[in-house]
Structures are given as structure tokens and as C-alpha cells.
């Protein structure tokens, strides 16, 4: 089945590139994303990257006082081609981690060979900032290995993998409204939101198959010129500061299971940013080649 990834993202370019390999190196066929007004070199790049066939980009910027990321949704689901058969609604911070195999195509193949099932939700695994003050150089993948237990509060939030055809809007970031059809969990059971708080947060954790690492915070400094500065593009009057990151850097168990994809990660970016470097300067783009030596200092 083809899988696309379905996103709305803003100045995230020093880990764009990254998670655009990442997903491609794990079976993702291609990308749809909603630039939000980004001034740091993000639009360029995936202006770039659409020019090399690698994602779809369109502007979305943000109108009066309306969040922009489920409009951005609803453009999405509009304008998707046909023959996308699956859609996986992330953000730039959420990598789809299959934990069994190094391919997310299988497991997610299996979920849809059921006619009946329309979405499939999974579960967050929170990663803290591993105790780092400062940005530092390598992959989000590699320096980002301690996260939250299993059964921490805010890994019962879910994203969701859907069948677009199916999907009327979107409720919140995390849930679809879907026209008909199941939707299951990671257990391939139906889903059972959580009784307190509904929509997009499920009654229970379940990790299997494939998660979502939910790289939340980062370093400190990463967090502040990044996520604090971006605020939410879903919630009204939603800041995300020092308690935001105090809950959510938690470091309580070493996972290595995305660290070990570095190196396919790499060589991915490495081909990507060698594609970039070749593409014509246009006036848009003054210098392709920064870009990939940029990228390269990234990765080295």
C-alpha cells in the first residue's frame, strides 16, 4: 500500500532533512506538507525536495487569528491523489518507529488488509532532552535515547495512520472524523478513547507494531528558539513554556531502537543533499549548494 506522510510544519529546518530520510529509509513513499510562514530555510528546502520528486509543498499561511494546522489538514485531504491509499497525520518532532522490523510497510499492511478499518491510532513514546543544555551536533535519532515509561500520562496520546478517502475532517491534530469504517489500535482491536479526556487519547498505551517517539523537547535551547517560539498551530492561547518542558523532559529509560537507524538515515540524507546540490541555482533558491553543505555539517 502506498504510504504518505501528511504534515504542516514551520522552521524546522535543522531537522527536516532528517526526518524526510528517516521515514524514506522505513518505506514511506512520499510527503504532503504545509509550510506555515517558515523563514529559517524550510520552505526553500522542500521547494527544492519537491522539485526532486520527493514531497508535495504548498504555502499555508496563518489567516487572522484561525490555528492553521487543521485547516492544513482539511487542504490535505482535499488534494491528496488517488492512489495515495494511507495518509500518517505527524508532525516534524514524531517519527513512525516500526519496532520489529526496519520497514513500516508490513505492519502497516496488515492493519489495512482489513476493508472494515479506516484509521489506525499510535501511541507516543516521549523522549526527554537527555540532560542537554545546548544543541549539539548529529541526528535528532542519535542524541535523543532516553524517554518516558510506558505507561507515562502523555503517551496515551495517539496519531493516526488513516485512509483519506474515508476521513470527513480531522477533530484535533490527533483523531479523524471518519465518514464510516473501524478504527483500531495497535493491537488491531478497536480503539477505546480514554474516559476523561476523549478524542486523540487513548484508555490505554499500547506499543506494538509501530509508535510514534515524540521527540517533545529536545535540548533546552532547542525548545526555546523552537517549540516555545512556534507555540501550538491547533490550540487557541496554548504556550508552550517551562512547564510544558519540565513535564515533558523525561528521561527515565534508554531506548536505542531509532539510533540504530543512523547510519541508513545518513546515507539517505547524504544522497538527498548530492540530488540538492545538482538542481539548477534558480532566483527562489540562490544557492543549492549551501543547503547541502549545511546538511552535511548535520551529518558528519
Known amino acids: 500500500m502506498k504510504l504518505f506522510i501528511a504534515a504542516i510544519i514551520k522552521n524546522e529546518i535543522d531537522g527536516l532533512l532528517e526526518w524526510i530520510a528517516f521515514h524514506r529509509v ?59 491509499d494511507l495518509l500518517a497525520f505527524i508532525d516534524a518532532d514524531e517519527f513512525l518507529l516500526p519496532l520489529e522490523s526496519n520497514d513500516l510497510r508490513p505492519v502497516v499492511t496488515q492493519w489495512f488488509a482489513d476493508n472494515s478499518v479506516s ?39 495517539f496519531k493516526s495512520i488513516v485512509r483519506p478517502s474515508r476521513v470527513d475532517s480531522f477533530f484535533n491534530p490527533h483523531f479523524a472524523n471518519l465518514r464510516y469504517g473501524r478504527y483500531i489500535d495497535a493491537n488491531g482491536s478497536d480503539m477505546v478513547l480514554h474516559a476523561k479526556h476523549g478524542n486523540g487519547v487513548s484508555a490505554q498505551v499500547i506499543w506494538n507494531g509501530i509508535r510514534v517517539n515524540h521527540y517533545a523537547v529536545k535540548s533546552l535551547e532547542e525548545f526555546l528558539l523552537g517549540k516555545h517560539l512556534r507555540g501550538s498551530a491547533a490550540t487557541a492561547n496554548r504556550v508552550k513554556h517551562k512547564a510544558y518542558f519540565q513535564a515533558h523532559d523525561r528521561n ?49
Not at 484561525?66 to 489538514?73: D, E, G, I, S, V
Open 26 to 84: 522505513l518505506g514511506v513513499t512520499g510527503f504532503i506538507i504545509a509550510d506555515n510562514g517558515s523563514n529559517d530555510g524550510s520552505r526553500e528546502l522542500l521547494g527544492s525536495l519537491a522539485k526532486l520528486g520527493v514531497v508535495t509543498v504548498f504555502d499555508h499561511p496563518t489567516v487572522g487569528l484561525q490555528k492553521p494546522q487543521l485547516p492544513a489538514y482539511d487542504k490535505i485531504l482535499r488534494t491528496c491523489p488517488r492512489d495515495v
Open 252 to 300: 527515565d529509560e534508554q531506548c536505542l531502537l531509532a539510533a540504530a537507524l543512523a547510519p541508513q538515515v545518513k546515507a539517505e540524507m547524504m544522497t538527498l543533499s548530492e540530488q540538492l546540490a545538482a538542481l539548477p541555482a534558480e532566483r527562489e533558491v540562490s544557492n543549492h549548494s549551501w543547503l547541502a553543505n549545511s546538511i552535511k555539517k548535520l551529518i558528519k
Open 119 to 157: 484509521a489506525v491510532g499510535l501511541n507516543w513514546s516521549n523522549f526527554g532532552s537527555n540532560g542537554e543544555t545546548f544543541a549539539g551536533e548529529g541526528l535528532v535519532i542519535e542524541r535523543f535515547t532516553q524517554r518516558a515509561p510506558l505507561g507515562f500520562n502523555v503517551n496515551h496520546n
